[in-house]
């Protein structure tokens, strides 16, 4: 497939709205020649219609005899239909409008006696239907209405909701009921598609968009995963215990607990706790499809986020750009949390010309804004051009032995001699970090000399480490911490970054069964000496193959690089930037079968970090004197704590 350029991609959007949309709706020409136009909330929501289709996925999941249909429930101005008129969707399939509910405040779908839906959860049918959307919310595979089962990101979960898009672009059948046989049409709609989505549901959105499905014309994926083998191993180890298959349970509608148990005992089959890499992991991994992706992607991820964790936005962004795919990008400072519960009236703003450019072709000048928004400190944004910035480049860093044993240096020249330590289950980041600038027997700590000048890092970052075990298993984590006072959001916080207030924002229209307002956050913070800016994860014996593991032999070294998760950061003059090597990051990683010491060789250990400027500004900013930091107990945020592990929120 050619690459998508920005300008290919708008003059594909003038070309349709041109020919689609008459005076309700300036075309883009018109827009050019007035300034920045938006859509304006000139439609009834309290009188618009609500309906339920059931999209008929051709797959037969649960083994019934009969293919699965999936429920999507639809709120649409009911004005264009009557003039003759279509309209583009905003979709969110989800399978959590039942079992958990959506947003800060868990809200479910609710129902009429009829079966038609009266509350659907967020703001987007809200704000969108009155401005000439339809808002389409589709239950998974073996959620809530829908039949089939829950397969966790697999062919049944992506499917399931790619149906709809096709259904919506008249390539699937859909039916007035859940087992009737009397059909219905999309008659309504153009076809052009939005989907949208945190955790599980935009994850969902990565999946369909790689399948390269016709009329899905832009996903907003927040805080998604870009593949399940990362949601639960990091380079063979266990992020969590369980599995795809407990998630499967938490979700699955009472039907579906029925009769998915063979396809539950498939996914505990295909995910074994050894962090192997099997087939089950390949259906699930979109960054290799990439390729095949026509939407364009607003992505949202928050960069403290530890249950869908950053690596999942780094390299889904990276895959996307070597494709060509149209790309914007916010980062925030928070933990697992929504856009509309920190920076809330600029998402829907942001929001609202997003969907207007791509879904309604609207020149309103987005697509030539700069491409990311990046939260420095708490409530405080900047904005780059591209992401990462132009002028990152890598630099290869070098851990060396310092004055004391366990308190090293970090510099651009290779270090000799070994560093040891031994894993302790019981400690995390945290603790290594508090404890940075004194020798402690859990970890080995490198820091550069204070920064002379402020010092950017941006992207994703690699630790190789070379290791003698004592033991015949090990586990391995890396740690890039910003050393200094500061005040952050405070993502170890069980809101992850946030409060909510009593008072009430509304933002669209409402009805007596759903209402537009919505509380109030404000951004929590902390007061900290340090910040972890990124980290990484692996088991020693995937050293040398992800796929499959092997025990290790005590005494020999081996060699292992980590994946450090995305992150865009700026070390400030006066700070100092650490790496912290260390066993089992507690509540992050899961500990191996046994307890090992390892020795690190240091001059076969090295740090390739993203920075704006690259080597050159490394050594800039580090060309004072070293000095050695006076050892003492730094505070930062709480400990990690136990991640629910479930993508929701």
Known sequence: MPKRTRSTIRRTLVTAAVAALTATFLTPAAARAAGPQESRPVYSYADAVRESVWVD?????????????VAADIVRPAEPARQGRKVPVVMDASPYYSCCGRGNESQRKTYDAQGHVVQMPLFYDNYFVPRGYAFVGVDLAGTNRSDGCVDVGGRSDVLSAKAVVDWLNGRARAYTSRTGDTPVTAGWTN?????????????????????????????????????????????GAPLYEGGPDELAGYVESADAQAHCAAVRQKL???????????????????????????????????????????KHFGQWWDALARHGVERKIWLSQTGHVDPFDYRRGAWVDTL?????????????GI??????????????????????????????????AGGQAGVGILGPRPGTGTESFTDDPALSETDWAAHLTAATPEKAGFLTA?????????????????????????????????????????????????TTLTE?????????????????????????????????????????????????????????????AATDHVVPAGHRLALIIAGTDKDL???????????????????????????????????????????????????????RHVPVG
């Open 352 to 364: 609202h010309r997003w969907f207007d450019h791509e879904l309604l072709g609207y020149d309103n």
């Open 191 to 235: 076809g052009r598609t939005g989907m949208i989505g945190k955790s599980w549901d935009g994850t969902i959105a990565n999946g369909v968009a790689a399948t390269g499905v016709k009329g899905l014309r832009t996903i907003v994926p927040i805080s998604a995963i870009s593949s399940w083998y990362d949601y639960y191993f990091a380079q």
């Open 57 to 69: 996925t051709g797959l037969d999941e649960d083994g019934d005899g009969r293919t699965d249909r």
């Open 367 to 400: 697509d030539r804004e700069p491409m990311a928004d990046i939260e420095r400190h708490p409530d405080q944004w900047v904005t780059s051009a591209a992401w990462p910035p132009r002028g990152t480049r890598t630099a290869v860093l070098h851990p060396a």
């Open 589 to 643: 990683i899961d500990p191996p079968s046994s307890r090992p010491t390892l020795t690190v060789d240091l001059s076969r250990t090295t740090a390739t970090v993203p920075l704006v400027g690259g080597a050159g500004a490394f050594v800039r900013a580090t060309s004072g004197s070293a000095g050695a930091p006076a050892p003492r107990v730094l505070d930062g945020v709480g400990a990690p704590g136990t991640v």
């Open 504 to 564: 009430r924002s509304c933002w669209g229209g409402s009805t007596a069964g759903d209402s537009a307002c919505f509380k109030e956050t404000a951004a929590k913070t902390a007061a900290v000496d340090y910040t972890v800016v990124s980290r990484g994860w692996a088991d020693l014996g995937h050293y040398a193959w992800p796929a499959r593991g092997v025990p290790l032999t005590p005494g020999r070294a081996y060699t292992i690089a980590l994946d450090l």
């Open 268 to 310: 505990a089959d295909g995910s074994p706790r050894s962090g192997d890499w099997t087939p089950l992991w390949t259906e699930r991994d979109y960054v290799k499809d990439a390729a095949k992706v026509r939407a364009s992607v607003f992505l949202v991820h928050g960069t403290q986020d530890l249950n869908v964790r950053t």
């Open 450 to 498: 204070p920064l002379t000048r402020d010092l950017r890092l941006s992207g994703s970052s690699t630790v190789t480490v070379t290791a003698t075990p004592t033991t015949g298993s090990a586990h391995l984590s890396a740690v890039l911490v910003d050393v200094g006072p500061d005040t952050v959001r405070d993502y170890a916080d069980r809101a992850e970054g946030i």
